[in-house]
């Protein structure tokens, strides 16, 4: 999810299929990803992550995957349900100068009964 | 534990005046951040802190900004004045180490007139 300034990008699906949502990531040295989903009115919430001796992990309906070669992130979630609406941020541990999370701009997903 | 605590919910103050946006970390954990979110620019650092001293604060936009962690279980952002400009969600997010996943509160949204 890329910033595309005042309109996030935004993936619609239908209730109960399998959604995938990307992220491209800045810096080859970053060593730490995370997804967070974030709720109208709510502060991001952690979702799974990801450290950069691993290219796959898997949550409960979630999975992550990691392609460091050409840097992107992908969130996979599996039986979208309505409660998976939300906005989805991929954060980067930056380990240039002080290690620090820069997330990325958001994807909004937005699934349909 | 009940999470990251951010207080208050909502601020509404006229230009010039200053703001304070408290935040109470999860117990244990060493590590404190200040992040603000806008639709432009979306998630962006301010500041972190490691063990209450302030470790990176290049994301602190200008002076009028300054935070501070008088102990393990307190922090606070301060602006002074603030400005239209400083309109956003706050957010306060904790973690047990730098590698470690964020635990975000529920932010506070300023809105300066």
């Known amino acids: 999810g890329e910033s595309v300034g005042l309109h996030l990008p935004t993936l619609s699906v239908q209730e109960g299929d399998n959604s995938i949502i990307n992220c491209a990531y800045s810096?080859?040295?970053?060593?730490?990803f995370i997804w967070y989903k974030q709720e109208s009115g709510k502060g991001p919430q952690f979702i799974i992550d990801?450290?950069?001796?691993?290219d796959k992990r898997q949550g409960q309906r979630v999975t992550v995957l990691l392609n460091k070669t050409v840097k992107h992130l992908s969130l996979q979630i599996a039986a979208t349900q309505p409660g998976d609406s939300a906005v989805y941020f991929c954060?980067?541990?930056?380990?240039?100068?002080?290690?620090?999370?820069?997330f990325g701009a958001g994807t909004r997903l937005a699934v349909h009964p | 534990d009940a999470g990251v605590i951010q207080s208050p919910r909502h601020e509404v103050t006229e230009m010039g005046q200053e703001v304070t946006l408290r935040c109470k970390p999860i117990?244990?954990?060493?590590?404190l951040f200040w992040y603000r979110q806008t639709m432009m620019r979306g998630l962006e650092l301010l500041i972190y802190?490691?063990?209450?001293?302030?470790?990176?604060d290049s994301g602190m936009p200008e002076d009028r900004f300054s935070a501070k962690m008088p102990n393990a279980s307190f922090s606070t952002l301060k602006i002074q004045p603030s400005e239209p400009r400083d309109s956003a969600v706050y957010f306060c997010?904790?973690?047990?180490?730098?590698?470690?996943?964020?635990?975000f509160g529920s932010g506070t949204q300023l809105s300066v007139l």
């Open positions: 802190f490691n063990n209450n001293v302030p470790i990176d």
């Open positions: 954060a980067e541990n930056y380990s240039g100068g002080y290690n620090k999370l820069i």
């Open positions: 810096n080859s040295a970053s060593d730490y």
């Open positions: 997010a904790s973690s047990l180490g730098l590698n470690e996943k964020l635990f």
């Open positions: 117990s244990g954990h060493d590590y």
């Open positions: 990801i450290r950069s001796n691993m």
